[in-house]
């Protein structure tokens, strides 16, 4: 939309970081990305109305070339609004700022959100809810296919336990939770930002989630994708997680921008359950003491029985450690399973693919 006193197309200054508006600029004299403005929709270029938003602190791992071809594939992903892999997935592209109201012909702002105080309980089936900017509080599910849309939720140590949204009976089936922002505000009251707890399908897509002790506890039949988990809060012998599975059957994990803390970045641990058809695609991965438990630790109780773990086309960058965890980039990968995959997984800055042999993988 067009304001007084501004032209249409704002500069490259005002929609971007400097470091993003120089590479812009460089692509742009290349003919790699071109700045017109893309068509409306819910992932739409950023704008300078976007408030800010907190990022990864970095470490000393990297020697900058991960961090900076991430730059640039997150710049042109806000510029085309298309996301490919979960390197493209960042803050200006996740949570409610980056949801495109149809009814307001833009992007929503912080100030477009009905401001909640406490927990936020629902009442029936099929309920959306949306539009909310919920203080000191959580939401509580007890219905079926709920759609939560474009909330933000501040340090959600609210009814029920320290999460931001949880499930008060897995009676409740089904959910879509998407544009969603959780800023845990490293308080140490607050667990999990999502623990999912359903007997139905739960797709998560598109979430911006920082300052939790965890990101997101998914389960079978569960689906998370383009989402910008980073940032855990941690104490001395905590162990802290972006993401993390504990057992089920049929999970799908991709085109996430996924950074660890103490524990991993993905961890999947066959603790109540194996582990069975979990595809694990496209996702960038950094952090962590390994970047990802991959499900085969002979420690968890069911590991056993895990069969058909997928990995395939993910990245592992250096933004924290040069192994990308702090001891390396995978543990607990086992290849001795039925229907397993470890296919295209590279390092995002060389391309050169991780030091596990590969198998299941079509030519």
């Known amino acids: 939309m067009s304001r007084p006193g501004r032209s249409d197309e704002p500069s490259l200054s005002a929609r971007f970081s400097p470091k993003q508006a120089v590479v812009l600029a460089a692509l742009t004299a290349l003919g790699a990305v071109s700045l017109q403005a893309p068509a409306a929709g819910p992932l739409a270029s950023a704008t300078a109305e976007s408030e800010s938003r907190v990022g990864p602190a970095r470490g000393g791992g990297g020697d900058g070339r991960s961090s900076v071809r991430q730059e640039a594939r997150s710049a042109a992903a806000s510029t085309t609004g298309l996301v490919r892999h979960g390197e493209e997935v960042n803050a200006s592209n996740t949570g409610p700022t980056a949801y495109h109201d149809e009814s307001l012909g833009r992007r929503l702002r912080y100030s477009d959100l009905r401001v909640h105080n406490g927990t936020f309980r629902t009442s029936h089936d099929g309920q959306v809810i949306e539009k909310l900017d ?10 079926s296919n709920v759609t939560i849309r474009a909330v933000r939720i501040i340090s959600s140590a609210g ?11 897995r009676d ?25 707890a359903s007997n139905g399908p739960v797709t998560v897509r598109n979430c911006h989630i920082y300052g939790h002790a965890g990101g997101i506890r998914f389960g079978p039949g569960n689906t998370v994708e383009q989402c910008y988990v980073h940032s855990q809060n941690t104490w001395k012998g905590s162990h802290n997680t972006a993401i993390s599975m504990h057992g089920g059957d049929g999970a799908t994990v991709r085109r ?52 058909n773990i997928r990995y395939r086309g ?50």
């Open 134 to 143: 919920i203080r000191n509080g959580n939401i509580r599910i007890s219905h």
């Open 159 to 169: 009814e029920g336990g320290a999460y931001a949204i949880k499930w008060s009976t």
């Open 172 to 196: 409740a089936r089904g959910a879509l939770i998407e544009y969603l922002e959780v800023d845990g505000k490293t308080n140490r009251n607050t667990a999990m930002a999502l623990q999912i």
């Open 256 to 307: 996430n921008n996924l950074v660890g803390s103490t524990s991993s970045a993905l961890s999947l641990y066959a603790n109540s359950s194996g582990i069975r058809n979990v595809l694990v695609e496209n996702n960038l991965l950094n952090g962590g003491s390994y970047c990802t438990y991959a499900g085969g630790a002979e420690r968890k109780p069911y590991s056993h029985l895990n069969e």
């Open 314 to 363: 993910n990245k592992f960058g250096r933004l924290l450690y040069p192994k990308c965890g702090e001891y390396g980039p995978v543990s607990a990968w086992s290849s001795q399973r039925g229907g397993t995959q470890w296919c295209n997984n590279t390092w995002q800055d060389t391309g050169e693919k991780v030091a596990i042999s590969e198998v299941g993988c079509r030519n």
